[in-house]
């Protein structure tokens, strides 16, 4: 049970000894009370302690006192009003950029201080840069939470952090770098219950749910996502897993990090110390039985030809894949070393995608279109829109102009064609003539969306660039 306002909300298992006392405290004769689910509960205690997280409390802490013992090693973000200072300043930075939906967290030491910036929406936004924060009791905060050692700065370390916030677990990958001002540390932020998207809130076109929909229905073959870090490849392959039949077929998959929670499919993570890397972790699954896989990552020619047997041997295997286009795969694969006829027989679609900021609808301007944008447009056989939107900067959206983000989908089929293209080792401009024409490419993708005010062209740039 929490309070909010003048209201009491009640979680699933509150008791009405509970309720007594809350009307007691407000000194209410009958308190509002509603009853929540789990969700919305956890959802409502978590703003009640967001309230004046963003004040400047930080600011107010000192650092005169002896840090005390370091406490349990799961803990919640909201439960720590008693610890020390430097205790405070590492749980509100934490719960600052869990709350804000940011993707990582940087404490970087300086020459001056100590500085933490936090990634939302690709892009980073300092929320603290202070002169009188003791800089190796920070990180040594950081390092003993994520069980490394705190005696070792020399080398490179990497952990993790259990937590959770208001009873959201938080799964939090910690990586420390040795620098010239102290210890570098970056936390790369996974909400392990955030559930999984459907196709339709992916941004994908009707078209294109389709093309997926077929994909994850074939008995083998390998289907890639490519892009860069960040591009959303993971989220996109955890929702064609979603479309996989869980109940007639074994999916099993092999992740570095395990990022969300999938309900009915094995799921195991890499842990290179130990040999247990993406290759050798595709081979095991390989002996339980498995319909369909999930490779995290193919990052080397191991991986690669590993995945190209399981896919000739009757297994339909997804991954994803760093290259900068749905072609560009094909062109990383030989590079892996992967030999031409047998990407060809065994390659069945690439999905190659970027993310781009969405305008803050409460502050984006609209103006007419310049000659050499509309120019820009009907080179891509695109109708130039007669006006564009640009960002302009709120409080709504922290003076970005810009929330949230939506994704820009380049989707090739292997067909008989490219397919015999790619046999003969065709090069990449030949591949690309065959593989997207009339098809809708990246960069058509952004200028449709910049046209449809929903981002800007600047931003479509910027993540796209002029293919052609």
């Known amino acids: 049970m929490i309070l909010d306002g003048d209201a009491v909300i009640a979680g699933p298992d509150a008791a009405m000894i509970g309720l007594i006392e809350a009307q007691r405290r407000l000194g209410l004769v009958a308190p509002q009370v509603t009853r929540a689910e789990r969700a919305a509960f ?40 008693g610890d020390a200072p430097v205790i405070q300043l590492v749980n509100r930075l934490l719960r600052r950029a869990v709350q804000a939906g940011a993707s990582d967290l940087h404490v970087e030491p300086h020459e001056n201080g100590l500085r933490a910036r936090m990634r939302v929406d690709g892009f980073l936004q300092e929320i603290m840069d202070r ?8 990180v040594s905060r950081l390092k003993v939470m994520a069980g490394l050692d705190i005696a070792e700065t020399r ?114 993570q890499i842990n290179a110390e130990i040999g247990m890397t993406f290759a050798a972790g595709l081979r095991a699954t390989l002996r339980q039985d498995p319909d369909v896989i999930l490779v995290g990552e193919i990052r080397d020619r191991e991986t690669a030809g590993t995945a190209a047997q399981a896919a000739l041997t009757g297994h339909l295997v997804f991954s994803s894949l760093h290259a900068n286009s749905s072609v560009g795969a094909v062109v990383r694969l030989r590079d892996l070393g992967v030999e031409n006829y047998l990407i060809a027989a065994t390659l069945r679609g690439v999905i190659a995608q970027r993310l781009v900021r969405r305008l803050c609808p409460d502050c984006c301007t609209a103006r007419p279109v310049a000659g050499d944008e509309a120019a820009l447009f009907r080179r891509h056989d695109i109708a130039a829109p007669e006006v564009l939107h640009d960002a302009a900067g709120c409080d709504a959206c922290h003076g970005t102009g810009y929330a949230g983000r939506l994704g820009l989908f380049e989707m090739i089929e292997i067909g008989e064609t490219l397919r015999t293209a790619i046999e003969q080792g065709a090069p990449e401009a030949t591949m690309k003539a065959q593989a997207l024409a009339g098809r809708e490419t990246l960069f058509g993708q952004g200028l449709a969306a910049a046209a449809e005010g929903r981002t800007s062209l600047a931003e479509t740039l910027r993540v796209v660039g002029d293919s052609a």
């Open 42 to 81: 956890e959802a409502a205690l978590a703003r009640v302690y967001h309230a004046g997280a963003e004040s400047g409390e930080a600011e107010a802490l000192s650092f005169d006192l002896e840090e005390a013992a370091f406490a349990r090693r799961h803990r919640d973000l909201l439960d720590e009003p």
């Open 155 to 268: 080398l490179p370390q990497d952990g993790r952090i259990p937590l959770s916030l208001g009873g959201k677990v938080i799964d939090t990958r910690v990586s420390a770098l040795p620098g010239h001002y102290g210890e570098r540390v970056v936390l790369r932020i996974l909400d392990r219950t955030a559930g999984l998207m459907p196709l339709g809130d992916l941004g994908l076109s009707d078209a294109q749910q389709a093309l997926l929909r077929r994909l994850s229905a074939l008995p083998n073959g390998i289907i890639l996502a490519t892009g860069p870090t960040g591009a959303g490849k993971t989220t996109t392959l955890y929702s064609l897993l979603s479309l996989a039949d869980q109940t007639t077929r074994n999916i099993v998959t092999v992740e570095d990090p395990i990022e969300y929670d999938l309900p009915g499919v094995s799921q195991s």
């Open 131 to 138: 002169p009188d924060v003791p800089v190796r009791r920070v």
